[in-house]
């Protein structure tokens, strides 16, 4: 069965730091590329960052700069860095892997990030 634990969320002051970190069970991560998603109350939940295996990477334009994601294959994890926090990045943020080849799709349950202004 697989399954993937997230932690690091909490409550921040605006120009704050967290470290997200997403353990996954039940798969062999260099088979799959990462992500993290995003979703803010009342809108459609939105890419932020995503790196495949070779650890090629992409952001979202308004993260560019501030956040970072990382991953290392023998622990089965991906982390997120997010520096200098602004309350607009207030969400619940999920990780996902979705396998190179396969059907297999799979998301954390969530993770709240509160930022004050």
């Known amino acids: 069965?697989?399954?993937?634990?997230?932690?690091?969320?909490?409550l921040v002051?605006?120009?704050g730091s967290?470290?997200?970190?997403?353990?996954?069970?039940?798969?062999?991560?260099?088979?799959?590329?990462?992500?993290?998603?995003?979703q803010a109350p009342g809108k459609e939940r939105e890419l932020v960052a995503w790196i495949n295996n070779p650890g090629a990477t992409r952001y979202a334009d308004a993260v560019k700069g501030r956040f970072t994601?990382?991953?290392?294959?023998?622990?089965?994890?991906?982390?997120?860095?997010?520096?200098n926090l602004s309350p607009e990045d207030t969400a619940v943020y999920f990780c996902n892997m979705r396998a190179r080849m396969g059907p297999g799709n799979y998301?954390?349950?969530?993770?709240q990030v509160t930022v004050s202004s």
Not at 107 to 111: A, E, I, M, Y
């Open 1 to 10: 069965q697989v399954r993937l634990l997230e932690s690091g969320g909490g």
């Open 13 to 15: 002051q605006a120009g």
């Open 18 to 38: 967290l470290r997200l970190s997403c353990a996954a069970s039940g798969i062999r991560l260099s088979m799959y590329d990462t992500a993290w998603y995003r």
């Open 69 to 83: 994601i990382s991953r290392e294959n023998a622990k089965s994890a991906v982390q997120l860095q997010m520096n």
């Open 107 to 111: 998301w954390g349950q969530g993770t």
